[in-house]
């Protein structure tokens, strides 16, 4: 398609989506000095004559009423043109220089503020739309997108536009349109209302205060209700809002948007200036990460209502329409045969400061006994990268700092690999909250592949948000490059010395808890448990990610559970060992792990301890976590 010239006149660029009844793409028009429009191509859904000429006129009224919306709304694309070719359709409509939502989304949450104006906004165009008669069906992040010229939310993709007043036309099979986890029950059913829309957007809305997507929230089993509050702190008069807007029964929400707009309002005077304090000043890392200037990281006091952070547009050319996604079918990989060894040399990467949103969590150290002696409130900065299949992944900013690698020689269960201790110091960077789960890892082993096959489910125990496990070092790279090649940005193993930095976050002692676990703490082995044959299978499990407290960065399980991949050679000890944070390569055929197991007892799973193991082959709970770039 890309090069073909539709009409005589526009030419084809780029596809931008696809659809199951037809694609979008991005055109010039020749006859108008190659003017930039978006061509939307339709496939008819029958090929029987009666029904084609039906399809055709449905086709031109549809087509009227989109030219009529967008000469009378500035916030709807303009139709350019309509026409047929060879039994397709082709709508022709103004190209939109901005950023879609489902693009924002995937860097940052929106925070209440922010939210209640593009309820604003995509309200005051719905109640336009809802005026003439006509329900969208499909409102979603990826058809609102962020003009560039104003900030205004221009609301796209009417392909699927029903006017209420004419509903006569029937074709020989009934078509449900709209977005899972957007589209309420009576839609679902074939039956959209006026309040379809607004359930749909209130959804979007709360999409946008959680960073998840709607089908990976929870519902009410008796009910049907979205279950979402627990997860982001917001004003209750803000969440009335939404949990009318999105109700189960179309009976109980707001049936226009003008409704929602009074509610609003209403609102309004109760929030007052609350709703957009000054901006706090953004957290500075520390330089040095030594035993006496960090122990927490530090914090902003605890507001109840976040300040708006400034949406980022994107640079000037960037092309950005609304997205489709359907499901993808994955096929098992062949196993993986020994592949060579490449050589990677890592430098890690300093980053921009950046407003990023924050989550909060609780800092706790134990005494020698495993008693907890102290609970800190801890806070750290995140960003959220879309895998694809509504899989997403966390990475948490690792401030820059200096520390001590290695275990002192009197620190119990240490070894002699573990020696010199020696300073390093680290710059800034992102690393994965936890390790990679299953369900990312699915994510990601469906895409192309570039150098080593990736099996789909190699973990030997399953579960789509326990730790990926038995996998190899060059299975681990792959994935990391596969991802960069999906994102656009840089992922990788972190080095030995990043691994370890992060881990400590701060402190001395054998475990950023203190000086011992137990197994409220972390998932190891904590009653010393064997291979032998009498114990019948074998015991030892993965845990869930995230399901005991973090360190001080606010990345969990970095003790036990899984080991976790590096992107170092394995050396003997730290001799001559790089003092900058950069990987350290070398001829052995190994390569570093680091953080133990749930089959590895307490002394495995210290700070600074460390192992080695044959790249290329798979070993049972060796997982990893990734290091990137939130650019």
Not at 13 to 30: R, V
Not at 296 to 321: F, H, K, M, W
Not at 572 to 578: C, E, F, H, R, T
Request: proline share 8%; net charge negative.
């Amino acid at each position: 398609m890309i090069g073909t010239v539709l009409d005589g006149r526009y030419q084809i660029i780029e596809k931008l989506g696809q659809g199951a009844f037809g694609a979008t793409y991005l055109a010039s028009n020749q006859r108008q000095m190659g003017r930039h429009c978006v061509v939307k191509h339709h496939q008819p859904l029958t090929l029987e004559p009666a029904l084609l000429e039906e399809a055709q006129r449905r086709f031109e009224v549809e087509a009227q009423i989109l030219a009529k919306l967008g000469q009378a709304h500035d916030q709807i694309p303009d139709l350019f043109d309509f026409f047929s070719e060879a039994g397709e359709f082709y709508l022709v409509q103004e190209f939109i220089k901005g950023q879609n939502l489902s693009k924002i989304l995937h860097h940052q949450h929106l925070q209440e503020p922010q939210v209640i104006q593009l309820l604003r906004d995509v309200l005051e165009v719905l109640s336009y739309v809802h005026q003439e008669k006509i329900i969208h069906r499909d409102i979603k992040p990826a058809n609102l997108i962020r003009r560039h010229k104003d900030q205004r939310i221009v609301l796209v993709d009417f392909g699927v536009v029903k006017q209420i007043q004419n509903q006569t036309i029937t074709l020989k099979s009934q078509y449900i349109f709209g977005t899972e986890g957007y589209i309420p029950p009576e839609q679902a059913q074939g039956h959209p209302l006026f309040c379809s829309d607004i359930y749909a957007l209130g959804m979007t809305a709360i999409e946008a205060l959680t960073g998840l997507l709607p089908n990976r929230l929870s519902k009410d089993p008796q009910t049907g209700e979205v279950l979402w509050k627990h997860l982001v702190q917001v004003s209750t008069e803000l969440a009335a809002i939404l949990e009318k807007m999105v109700c189960f029964y179309f009976a109980h929400r707001y049936q226009t948007a003008q409704e929602v707009l009074q509610a609003l309002d209403s609102a309004a005077s109760t929030w007052g200036d609350l709703m957009f304090p000054p901006q706090p000043a953004l957290l500075q890392p520390p330089l040095d990460l030594t035993p006496t200037q960090l122990t927490t990281p530090l914090l902003r006091e605890a507001n109840p209502l976040v300040p708006s952070v400034p949406l980022e547009p994107l640079p000037e050319g960037r092309i950005d329409q609304p997205e489709q996604h359907y499901p993808t079918v994955i096929e098992p990989a062949p196993p993986t045969g020994p592949t060579p060894i490449a050589a990677r040399s890592v430098v890690p990467t300093q980053f921009e400061p950046r407003s990023f949103p924050t989550f909060r969590f609780e800092i706790i150290t134990v005494d020698r006994q495993g008693r907890i002696k102290a609970q800190q409130p801890g806070i750290a900065e995140y960003f959220r990268e879309n895998l694809g299949m509504g899989v997403t992944l966390d990475l948490v900013r690792i401030p820059g700092g200096k520390f001590r690698m290695g275990a002192p020689a009197d620190e119990d269960h240490s070894l002699e690999i573990e020696r010199p201790q020696h300073r390093v110091t680290v710059p800034s960077f992102w690393m994965g909250k936890y390790p990679v789960t299953q369900e990312q890892w699915l994510a990601v082993a469906s895409l192309p592949k570039l150098k080593v096959d990736l099996k789909p489910n190699p973990s030997y125990c399953k579960g789509k948000y326990l730790p990926v496990e038995t996998i190899s070092w060059m299975e681990a790279v792959e994935f990391c490059d596969r991802l960069s090649r999906h994102t656009g940005s840089t992922y990788r193993l972190p080095t030995e010395a990043e691994w370890e930095y992060a881990c400590r976050a701060g402190t001395t002692s054998p475990f950023h808890f203190g000086e011992t676990l137990t197994p409220a703490l972390a998932n190891y082995n904590s009653d010393k448990r064997t291979h032998s044959p009498h114990l019948g299978p074998r015991p030892y499990q993965t845990t869930t990610v995230g399901s005991f407290p973090p360190n001080a960065f606010g990345l969990y399980d970095m003790h036990g559970n899984v080991w976790e991949w590096c992107e170092d050679n394995w050396h003997d000890n730290y001799q001559d060992a790089p003092r900058d944070g950069t990987d350290w390569l070398g001829f052995s055929s190994d390569r570093v792990l680091r953080g133990g197991s749930a089959m590895s007892e307490l002394g495995l799973c210290r700070s600074a301890n460390r192992n080695g193991r044959n790249g290329i082959f798979r070993f049972n709970f060796n997982g990893f976590r990734v290091v990137g770039s939130p650019d």
